[in-house]
């Protein structure tokens, strides 16, 4: 979660100000690190891809639901300037 979080951070803030583009390209390929690093991980941990295959349309859809959530929440109902209000001092 630590290379997605830095991934969504360095497209969403290109250029200084967050903008939706930046921000739904870096969710996007957060989300695919998300949904690549757990099949390795359940394929390493049960010795098996075929679990890791039978668990993948669930990891892609919660990696869905989690983009679009996010940017609804960040983009359409005011979660950002919410967070820039309470930082900038």
């Known amino acids: 979660h630590g290379i997605q ?3 969504i951070c360095l497209l969403a803030h290109r250029g200084g100000k967050v903008s939706f583009k930046g921000a739904a390209l870096g ?7 998300m949904v690549v690093g757990y099949s390795l991980g359940r ?3 049960y010795s098996t891809p075929h679990y ?3 668990k ?4 892609i859809l ?3 639901v989690g983009a679009v959530g996010g940017l609804v929440l960040c983009f359409k109902a005011g979660l950002l300037e919410r967070f820039d209000k309470m930082f900038r001092k």
Do not use: E, M, S
């Open 43 to 45: 394929a390493f941990i």
């Open 5 to 7: 979080a830095v991934v």
């Open 52 to 54: 890791a295959y039978i």
């Open 27 to 33: 969710v996007i390929l957060g989300a695919v690190i």
């Open 56 to 59: 993948l349309p669930y990891q």
């Open 62 to 64: 919660q990696a869905a």
